[in-house]
């Protein structure tokens, strides 16, 4: 990944930090939260449930799940949010790869004609499979909605798969639901400044670790013969 995507996404991050602050401060957001969260607690584990399902929906669905990770953040906590996320990430995961196979293969296919980059790799997995799925997880280098029907078309265990994807997305999932959750902190509780801003810095440190990750990985899927970039 180019140093100014990598900035690009280092910045992308602040400037969410700043809207969620800024949103707390100008909007009743921190009143909406807490009565979702009073709602979903109402629910007791159905609503983690819920919020499970409607992030596999919009995988399958293409629609991007980034505010809902964040949201994640926000309403659960860290460790709340981000068990939410990788569960509900990975089982939308999983069923678009299982559409892939079965009702919308043509579908499918036809998607991914023309894509060299499938196509290389398609290559690749034939001779790595898991670590190629990972490190596509950990480096991001498709869309996550649309990889995971192309997915389907290669000849990979749907075990395998679905552990690499667990896996693969834990670090970036780890680190936007952190964002939401430290946002949340600095512009909600009543804590002192030093707090607020050791929650921000968290949570840019964390969009920091996550890039620097996915920078790693992405120069190992590109050693594998396969193109990176988004």
């Known amino acids: 990944m180019p140093p100014a995507k990598q900035l690009a996404k280092i910045v992308a991050g602040l400037l969410v930090i700043a809207a969620l602050i800024i949103a707390f401060r100008v909007l009743p957001v921190g009143d909406w939260l807490r009565h979702f969260q009073t709602y979903v607690r109402g629910l007791g584990a159905l609503g983690y449930v819920l919020y499970i399902v409607v992030y596999a929906l919009c995988n399958v669905a293409f629609v991007p799940a980034s505010i809902l990770t964040l949201g994640?953040?926000?309403i659960f906590g860290f460790v709340g949010g981000t068990i939410v996320v990788v569960i509900g990430a990975t089982l939308g995961a999983t069923l678009s790869f299982l559409l892939a196979?079965?009702?919308m293969r043509k579908r499918v296919e036809e998607m991914t004609a023309n894509n060299a980059r499938f196509r290389a790799l398609d290559r690749a997995i034939a001779s790595e499979g898991t670590k190629i799925v990972f490190l596509s997880r950990l480096a991001v280098v498709f869309p996550f909605t649309y990889i995971n029907y192309a997915f389907g078309l290669?000849?990979?265990?749907?075990?395998?798969?679905?552990?690499?994807?667990?896996?693969?997305?834990?670090?970036?999932?780890?680190?936007?639901?952190?964002?939401?959750?430290?946002?949340?902190?600095?512009?909600?509780?009543?804590t002192s400044s030093i707090t607020k801003i050791i929650y921000i810095a968290g949570g840019v440190m964390a969009l920091i670790v996550s890039?620097?990750?996915?920078?790693?990985?992405?120069?190992?899927?590109?050693?594998?013969?396969?193109?990176?970039?988004e």
Request: glycine letters at 12%.
């Open 72 to 74: 994640a953040g926000a």
């Open 101 to 103: 196979r079965t009702v």
């Open 154 to 190: 290669t000849a990979i265990p749907l075990w395998r798969y679905v552990a690499a994807t667990f896996i693969g997305i834990l670090p970036a999932t780890a680190a936007f639901v952190f964002v939401g959750a430290a946002a949340t902190n600095a512009a909600t509780t009543s």
């Open 211 to 229: 890039v620097l990750i996915g920078r790693i990985a992405t120069k190992a899927i590109k050693r594998a013969g396969v193109g990176g970039g």
